[in-house]
């Protein structure tokens, strides 16, 4: 029986990967083209990894500079004040508002992002639907260490628990975890399109969980 729904935001929740995509463009186009095209093909590859990482990555292995903590927390303020507005105003992914108001009682839901977790609480906050979500987690811990402090915090049981997410570092999160997994495959280019159990949308979540009961 399933008692817990952890959901990912970007793509899952609001429809706002691109947002991040249009950031990360941003913020290396002073490096040139080449640059930003490999900015751009490694962010849309890695989908949910944190930014802390990917900021490490782009000047370590593009740039040949290596950063120090101060300098990837600045980096990482710019990128949350440029995703920020725009995060707040994406709309939602077909059906995912619809069953996030019929299901917090049935279900305890939570939010497993890749974003700040200050920054995740503040998004969801001004979106209005805060009090929907028994918690909501962000970097810089990884999606593996929320989904298993979910599980310990409230003693469920692997079977009881369901991850919905777009990127492989859901995967990840739910198969170290041995949870279900439900992938949102947005089209083909979508790095889980081979999942075998996907949804093109949150219009019809709820027949897939009927399935998985």
């Given at each position: 029986m399933i008692k817990a729904i952890i959901l990912d935001f970007d793509g899952v929740i609001a429809e706002s990967v691109h947002v991040k995509t249009e950031a990360f463009a941003e913020m290396y186009c002073s490096y040139g083209e080449d640059i930003v095209?490999?900015?751009v093909a490694h962010h849309l590859r890695n989908g949910g990894v944190s930014r802390f990482e990917k900021f490490s990555t782009y000047h370590s292995v593009f740039?040949?500079?290596?950063?120090?903590?101060?300098?990837?927390k600045e980096l990482s303020a710019c990128f949350s004040d440029l995703v920020m507005e725009k995060a707040i105003k994406a709309p939602y992914v077909p059906g995912a508002i619809e069953f996030i108001k019929n299901n917090y009682i049935k279900y305890d839901l939570y939010i497993s992002s890749g974003t700040p977790?200050?920054?995740?609480?503040e998004v969801a906050k001004r979106r209005n639907i805060s009090s929907y979500f028994r918690d909501i987690y962000g970097s810089p811990e990884k999606k593996t260490e929320h989904v298993r402090k979910i599980i310990n915090?409230?003693?469920?049981?692997?079977?009881?628990v369901v991850f919905i997410g777009d990127a492989m570092s859901d995967v990840q999160a739910a198969k170290e975890n041995s949870i279900c997994f439900i992938?949102?495959?947005?089209?083909d280019e979508s790095p889980l399109k081979d999942e075998k159990n996907n949804i093109p949308d949150l219009i019809s979540i709820e027949?897939?969980?009927?399935?998985?009961l």
């Open positions: 095209k490999k900015v740039l040949g500079v290596d950063l120090n903590e101060k300098q990837i977790e200050n920054k995740m609480k915090k409230h003693k469920y049981s692997s079977s009881e992938a949102r495959v947005d089209g027949e897939k969980l009927k399935v998985l």
